[in-house]
């Protein structure tokens, strides 16, 4: 897996020329493109959840496109349209934004429902389908969609099937004081997005895709991580818990942590590390948890201080000792 590793820590270290002082977050943003992945990014406005999408893109030679989302848009604006050709006398096919490599959503929940929905489809399948005729996505193709947590006015919360298609949902944050003189520094001439190189290409990044995927989990490993989803299912405060989406989630964003750190084998630890960003915005608490000011992230945490967890080797390469043959006398030879 030192591929992997290699390849991640150029990535990590190129955007961190843009995005200062929040290399967790980024190292949950390539991790979610190493497992074909889409990203929900909830913060307020100015902390750069733009440039992170955009200096992801430029860092790879993807093509990029950014969806300004508003509520008088509509589906066909996402995806395409087709267009009747009075020349050929046949329609033609005009791709919407989707039809990139990312696919920056921006403010996606300021669009209805209806617009909202146009991305289902694209995120789930790789694909479009437009008066009848489907149109498949370029590989790697990822949205990573930003909403404001503050404000609810002229805004459409996302449903439930919209959410659980994004693998993680991260949050950037307020830069240090140091970090935002830094900022300031690097901007005062011109932005420094503007002389970001490729550090990887598409073919690479499909060649680590590929590795990853082959990062062991033990059953141990496995079994923990479906105790995690059927506890939010069960617990008292919850209304709805994680899908087994999310299960899916967690093993292959753990499968992607260990890889980005050279193992071929994922540590419980892994798994910890990414419960929260993949978990909780599946869980919908139940209108007693929202009085007491309860939040998923403190119910995800909850569930994981106390459930056990797993013991053994996590790299699959224990053996059990070999049996010692006893004689007539009952003794081992």
Do not use: W
């Amino acid at each position: 897996m030192s591929n992997v590793q290699l390849f991640s820590d150029q990535l990590i270290s190129n955007i961190e020329k843009v995005i200062v002082g929040k290399r967790s977050t980024v190292e949950l943003a390539v991790a979610a493109l190493l497992c074909q992945g889409h990203l929900l990014i909830e913060d307020v406005p100015g902390v750069g959840k733009t440039m992170l999408a955009r200096s992801l893109a430029r860092s790879l030679g993807c093509s990029f496109s950014r969806i300004q989302f508003t509520p008088d848009m509509l589906p066909s604006d996402v995806t395409g349209v087709s267009i009747f050709n009075q020349e050929n006398r046949e329609f033609e096919f005009r791709p919407g934004p989707i039809m990139a490599q990312i696919v920056l959503a921006d403010e996606i929940n300021r669009a209805t429902p209806k617009t909202q929905a146009a991305l289902l489809e694209a995120m789930e399948e790789r694909q479009v389908t437009v008066d009848g005729v489907t149109h498949r996505l370029p590989r790697p193709f990822m949205v990573q969609a930003t909403q404001n947590p503050i404000e609810y006015e002229g805004t459409f919360p996302l449903p439930e099937a919209q959410v659980d298609r994004f693998i993680m949902r991260i949050r950037l944050g307020y830069p240090s004081k140091e970090d935002e003189i830094l900022i300031m520094e690097r901007q005062q001439f011109t932005h420094p997005i503007n002389e970001l190189e490729v550090v990887a290409g598409v073919d690479e990044l499909a060649e680590v895709q590929d590795a990853v995927k082959g990062v062991y989990v033990s059953p141990a490993l496995k079994r923990y991580i479906v105790d995690l989803t059927h506890n939010t299912r069960q617990h008292a405060e919850v209304y709805l818990g994680a899908s087994p989406r999310g299960s899916l989630a967690l093993y292959r964003t753990a499968q992607a942590k260990a890889a980005m750190q050279g193992r071929d084998y994922v540590l419980p630890d892994d798994i910890k590390a990414l419960a929260v960003p993949t978990l909780a915005h599946r869980v919908i608490l139940g209108p007693g948890a929202r009085l007491r000011d309860l939040t998923a992230r403190q119910v995800v945490e909850e569930i994981m201080n106390n459930l056990p967890v797993p013991g053994g080797d996590p790299t699959g390469t224990s053996r059990p000792a070999p049996s010692r043959a006893a004689d007539g006398k009952g003794r081992t030879n």
